[in-house]
């Protein structure tokens, strides 16, 4: 079983940074896969960023801008986002994607962007 808690939401002006965490209790290996999803009302879970074995992988929407990263020692994976933009505004899910052991999701963190 594994929990995720994640940090750093909240709101920012266009241009800005941002920093989101996402600890995670239990076991995490170099294998599993960590990342990001984002959601808006009224539409489907967007893809935003993960990490497994070290290599990340953007969507087209976010390359360039933001980056992740994590920290298995801490199993701790971490999203920084710069350059942001009133359409990155979504409530941001952390989640856990386990070689062996399933999926665990966060209960998500707010980001808005906007003047």
């Known amino acids: 079983q594994v929990q995720l808690v994640e940090s750093g939401g909240g709101l920012v002006q266009p241009g800005g940074s941002l920093g989101l965490s996402c600890a995670a209790s239990?076991?995490?290996?170099?294998?599993?896969?960590m990342g990001w999803y984002r959601q808006t009302p009224g539409k489907e879970r967007e893809f935003v960023a993960r990490?497994?074995?070290?290599?990340?992988i953007y969507a087209d929407s976010v390359k360039g801008r933001f980056t992740i990263a994590a920290d298995n020692a801490k199993n701790t994976v971490y999203l920084q986002m710069n350059s942001l933009k009133p359409e990155d505004t979504a409530v941001y899910y952390c989640?856990?994607?386990?070689?062996?052991?399933?999926?665990?999701w966060g209960q998500g963190t707010q980001v808005t962007v906007s003047s």
């Open positions: 990490i497994g074995s070290g290599i990340p």
């Open positions: 989640y856990v994607q386990k070689i062996v052991g399933g999926d665990y």
């Open positions: 239990g076991t995490i290996v170099r294998s599993d896969v």
